[in-house]
């Protein structure tokens, strides 16, 4: 048959009979995954497929996110700073997607949500944890988090565990210093399980990366990567914050809390102050 008539013939050697054999599905465990999704309105929403798959999507990401971010750490740890910038950069490439995912779920109107959100009960995004193991990853650490997550005690080992880590950041300024830059002793020797807050100490450090960036290439080009990263993890956050007001306006949400409000003050979050807070100084 040939494409005259719009139809590809199988080349011999492709293999059809697959009995027994390791197939594209079995791999996958796609009988699994595509059975994973089990809408609850009654009669079933069109729209609610939509619903589950954007998020089930988003924790698959999720799920890379950390698997990247841990070994970063590692690679740091190691003093491996080019191959833990390979990871931030797959890092920052599937902030994109996930980003972008927003403009998928911004088609659901506020009338087609609202014929299934009350469905949901009080499931909600705030309850995701490897959404918390990442912001505990990049130094948005919370104790009282783990308290969400204490009837699971699988989810709760997960945070527990991150929590009790050093950030990518901690991380990253282990390494600087042992390169040699003024990181402060304070610094370095902090309680990883406290949320990461700025040091007007540490700017010094970073400025001098800054500065003589030819003689610290590799450090100032991981600096820009780290603020690419926040940058990136920023507008998630904002897209998250504008499809949420724009398909249910200023509701509660069905986790308890207030919704946009609560979205709008993770804007006001940081991973990594300093690298944003030495622009001010550089040049003066």
């Known amino acids: 048959m040939s494409t005259e008539q719009n139809e590809r013939e199988l080349e011999t050697g492709i293999v059809t009979d697959l009995s027994g054999k390791m197939t594209y599905g079995s791999y996958l465990g796609l009988d699994q995954l595509l059975s994973a999704q089990h809408p609850v309105s009654s009669p079933e929403h069109h729209d609610e497929l939509l619903f589950i798959i954007q998020h089930q999507t988003t924790e698959l990401w999720l799920k890379q996110l950390l698997h990247e971010l841990s070994s970063a750490r590692d690679l740091l740890a190691s003093d491996d700073l080019r191959e833990a910038l390979k990871r931030v950069a797959r890092v920052k490439k599937i902030q994109d997607v996930m980003t972008q995912q927003w403009s998928v779920l911004a088609t659901l109107t506020p009338t087609e949500y609202a014929q299934f959100r009350g469905a949901l009960g009080n499931s909600s995004g705030f309850q995701s944890v490897q959404y918390r193991a990442v912001e505990f990853a990049l130094g948005n650490k919370n104790e009282r988090m783990l308290q969400v997550f204490a009837d699971h005690p699988e989810n709760l080992a997960l945070l527990t565990a991150e929590w009790e880590k050093p950030t990518l950041y901690d991380e990253f300024l282990r390494f600087a210093a042992r390169r040699g830059l003024p990181v402060p002793t ?13 040091s ?27 603020v690419d990263l926040e940058d990136n993890f920023q507008f998630w956050r904002f897209r998250h914050l504008k499809t949420v007001t724009r398909t249910i306006g200023m509701k509660v949400g069905t986790g308890g809390s207030s919704g946009a409000g609560f979205l709008q003050r993770a804007l006001e979050l940081t991973f990594f102050p300093e690298l944003y807070t030495v622009r001010t100084s550089i040049g003066s």
């Open 200 to 226: 007007s100490a540490l700017v010094p450090a970073i400025r001098e990366i800054y500065e003589n960036h030819q003689q610290h290439w590799d450090l100032y080009e991981a600096c820009e990567d780290l």
């Open 186 to 198: 304070e610094i370095l020797e902090r309680d990883v399980r406290l949320p990461y807050r700025e």
